[in-house]
């Protein structure tokens, strides 16, 4: 079971979704979706900087019993937003995305509680702020293309995105970033001095 949840919480490592998001960006500018592709590229930086943002400043001082908050779920953040935007860009309605965003959001989140990856606080924060992405993904698209329930993607781009997709996790699924080592370190390093007092406790151990 343990070996299960975890090959299902790998699906939100940054290794394996930075390209997914190329993958996405490049069947958008195949359809002349310019200024979506735009969006979910912009959007995707921010969500995945609001993260790294709140890892940093959060992560400063060490884990203590008086900040139950250190280090918000990335994996759930970057799953969310990912996912539940390829369903916004590419379900026939954009609207029905958003359960699917929830699911995945719930989904990843729940595989990081199981594996001791974060705590319930951590998750939730991940997930809101991969679902803002969503969110604000969704209006985006409404506003451009409006509610139509037209297919956005033909066939042949619908078998392009999904074979994409297949080959990217079968070459990067489990290969994990070190990212959240670097980010506690620069964490540690650079902002404790500013932001801790002597006192405050060193300890770590958050996970993306």
């Known amino acids: 079971m343990a070996d299960l949840i975890g090959y299902i919480s790998d699906f939100g490592d940054e290794y394996l979704l930075w390209p997914l998001i190329g993958i996405g960006a490049a069947i958008l500018v195949w359809q002349k979706r ?80 199981f594996l001791g990856a974060h705590d319930l606080p951590e998750v939730l924060v991940g997930g809101a702020i991969g679902l803002g992405g969503v969110a604000a993904l969704l209006l985006v698209r409404l506003r451009l293309e409006g509610t139509a329930g037209r297919p956005a993607a033909s066939a042949t781009q619908i078998c392009a995105l999904f074979a994409g997709c297949v080959a990217t996790t079968v070459l990067l699924h489990g290969v994990r970033s070190p990212a959240e080592r670097w980010i506690e370190q620069v964490s540690h390093q650079f902002l404790r001095p500013l932001a801790c007092s002597p006192a405050t406790p060193d300890e770590s151990g958050g996970a993306s």
């Open 34 to 113: 310019f200024r979506l592709a735009a969006a979910w590229l912009g959007l995707a930086v921010a969500s995945f900087g609001t993260v790294l943002m709140l890892k940093l400043l959060l992560e400063a001082c060490g884990r203590h019993p008086d900040h139950p908050l250190y280090s918000p779920s990335g994996h759930t953040a970057g799953a969310t937003f990912v996912f539940g935007g390829m369903a916004v860009l590419f379900f026939p309605s954009a609207l029905a995305a958003l359960p699917a965003a929830i699911a995945v959001a719930a989904l990843i989140g729940a595989t990081r509680l």
